[in-house]
Each structure stands twice: as C-alpha cells, then as structure tokens.
T-cell receptor
C-alpha cells in the first residue's frame, strides 16, 4: 500500500515477555518516528531515524526499549520484559524530511499493546 | 525547548455551531505549527500546518488556524460543526534544530445533534 503500515495492529502479552512491533514507512521517506500514545494522554516521542545518521533515542523511557531501522526502510521497536505501564498504542510515522524544518508526518494506524 | 498546551481536553459543540480548539506553544525560535486529527482506531491525519508563510492557514474539511506570535497561539476554528468532525485533535510544534514534533495532550471534540 501507499501508506505507513504497522503490525501487529493488536498485541496482548503477559508481563515480563518481550514484544516486537514493526513499521513499514512510505517508500522514499527518509525520516521515521516512533511515538507512544497512552490512554488520556498525548503523543510521547520515543525515537527518530533520519537516513544514515545516528538515531535520536532521547525519548526512549528505559533501557528495555530499543529500535532499529534496517536498510533505511523497515523499523522494529522492541520492548523487553514488558510491564503493565507499557500498555499503549505505539504509532509510527514517516516523513520526507524537508531541509530546514519538519515536513508533514504520515502516521500508521498504530499497534495497540496490552500487557496483562 | 518547545512545548504545546491545549486548553480543554474535551469540547462539545452543537451541530452547526462554531468550533474553537485552543493551542498555545512555547518555542525559543520561530516555530512550525501543525494540527492533526485522529478518528477512532485510526492514525493521525494532518489538518493544516503553519511554516512561516501566511499567518491564516486553511486546511482540509473547512478548518483553519491563525498564527498569532504576540499571543503564542495557534487556535483551530471551523465556522460550522458537522457530526463527522467528532474526533480527537492534536496541536504540534517543531522548532529550531528539533526534528521531531512535540504534541499537545489532545482535545476530544464531541458534536451534538
């Protein structure tokens, strides 16, 4: 498809298990973002990839969270030893990243994670 | 540093009434400002954006927003609400060297028949 694709759309896991969330950005978009949306709260920035540059990991809440982007395209967000407070919708977005500023972000529909 | 404050987590209007969703930002340099809309179980969709051109920005679905530097505001308006406008609306800012958007906490808009 032409949009940002995320999988799985829903994931239920037990506390302590590891989970992987996948994002397939729009072809040609050099920037990729992960945000977390918790119930009743806004979007919390997690991590940002831009081309071959080192990612901006400043938003990752703990060392249980990590992400990688292979070949400048698909990204995987991994949460190790999940906790109940990790329950949220994880949104991925990509952008053509205009020079000198932030272009429009195109969002996927999100992966809803529930930790029991 | 950049931040966004959305006043009112829930706003209710009658169908046909004016919609006004408030957003104030904080930025040490001229910002880029955005409004996104999120319908239930969907991702965010861009409504409109301000990037230092005209201060009155028109977006999709009849929405518009005015950048007021003196008030550090970027309020979203629509003259006449429609039932299909019911959704959550997010204001966002990007400024300086920041390459990520900072989002407000969102405003849930309810349109009453």
């Amino acid at each position: 498809g032409a949009g940002v694709s995320q999988s799985p759309s829903n994931k239920v896991t037990e506390k302590g298990k590891d989970v992987e969330l996948r994002c397939d950005p729009i072809s040609g978009h050099t920037a990729l973002y992960w945000y977390r949306q918790s119930l009743g709260q806004g979007l919390e920035f997690l991590i940002y990839f831009q081309g071959n540059s080192a990612p901006d990991k400043s938003g990752l809440p703990s060392d249980r969270f990590s992400a990688e982007r292979t070949g400048g395209s698909v990204s995987t967000l991994t949460i190790q030893r999940t906790q109940q407070e990790d329950s949220a919708v994880y949104l991925c977005a990509s952008s053509p990243q205009l020079r000198g500023g932030t272009g429009e972000l195109f969002f996927g529909e999100g992966s809803r994670l529930t930790v029991l | 540093a950049q931040s966004v404050t959305q006043l009112g987590s829930h706003v209710s209007v009658s169908e046909g009434a004016l919609v006004l969703l408030r957003c104030n930002y904080s930025s040490s340099v001229p910002p880029y400002l955005f409004w996104y809309v999120q319908y239930p179980n969907q991702g965010l969709q861009l409504l409109l954006k301000y990037t230092s051109a005209a201060t009155l920005v028109k977006g999709i679905n009849g929405f518009e927003a005015e950048f007021k530097k003196s008030e550090t505001s970027f309020h979203l308006t629509k003259p006449s609400a429609h039932m299909s406008d019911a959704a959550e609306y997010f204001c966002a800012v990007s400024s300086g060297s920041a390459r990520q958007l900072t989002f407000g906490s969102g405003t849930q808009l309810t349109v009453l028949p």
